[in-house]
């Protein structure tokens, strides 16, 4: 099946501080890409999505790149909080059918 | 917001059974569901697409046979693991659309199932 899994990697950041998430997406002609927060045993929580029309969008608190060129999408968190501890995802769409899980970070933030 | 409900939200059953998962669209009509499966620390997995009133398409590698897949109306989903193997213990989940997928706000994930089996 599409976006095989390995061990999740992780990063650790001081509260306060600020969070980059990078991902890398597999299809050059995706056109919609998502983030995807989860916590433990629970579903996708949805952050903030990014058309490929655009390189940049904001949402309270985190912030999303696009780069087409190299197929690269981060997310920035600013200030993170002890509540953003989570895994989170990239997601892409693919031909407005389906929608494909990047691998996944795991973030940890310390007191 | 848009609520799907999944359930069970945990189950446990022996070897050799099979276990039906539920995905309901509570508040808005899902044309489309989708299922992922997530092994611990990975990502999730794309197991197929179940469109209201049609057979399910199914991703490479994912066993139609094993997986089976219902969608007879457009609130509910089912997916159904048939004679369960330790090996199909994972956390399952689905998530609905609406007609026209246009934003991440018209697709929406329900809270999971976990699936172990002894």
């Known amino acids: 099946g599409e976006s095989v899994g390995l061990h999740l990697p992780t990063l650790s950041v001081q509260e306060g501080d600020n969070s980059i998430i990078n991902c890398a997406y597999s299809n050059s002609a995706s056109d919609y890409f998502i983030w995807y927060k989860q916590e433990s045993g629970k579903g996708p929580q949805f952050i903030i999505d990014?058309?490929?029309?655009?390189d940049k969008r904001q949402g309270q608190r985190v912030t999303v790149l696009l780069n087409k060129t190299v197929k690269h999408l981060s997310l920035q968190i600013a200030a993170t909080q002890p509540g953003d501890s989570a895994v989170y995802f990239c997601a892409e769409m693919m031909g407005a059918q389906k929608l494909v899980f990047g691998q996944g970070t795991r973030l940890t933030i310390n007191p | 917001g848009a609520v799907v409900s999944q359930h069970p939200s945990w189950v446990i059953c022996k070897s050799g059974t099979s276990v039906k998962i539920e995905c309901r669209s509570l508040d808005f009509q899902a044309t489309t569901m989708f299922w992922y499966r997530q092994f611990p620390k990975q990502s999730l997995m794309l197991m197929a697409t179940s469109n209201e009133g049609s057979k399910a398409t199914y991703e490479q590698g994912v066993e139609k046979d094993k997986f089976l897949i219902n969608h007879a109306s457009l609130t509910l989903s089912t997916l159904t693991v048939t004679s369960a193997h330790p090996e199909d213990s994972s956390f399952y989940i689905c998530?609905?659309?609406?007609?026209?997928?246009?934003?991440?706000?018209?697709?929406?994930f329900g809270e999971g199932s976990r699936l172990t089996v002894l």
């Open positions: 990014i058309r490929s029309n655009m």
């Open positions: 998530s609905a659309r609406t007609v026209t997928l246009k934003a991440a706000g018209e697709l929406f």
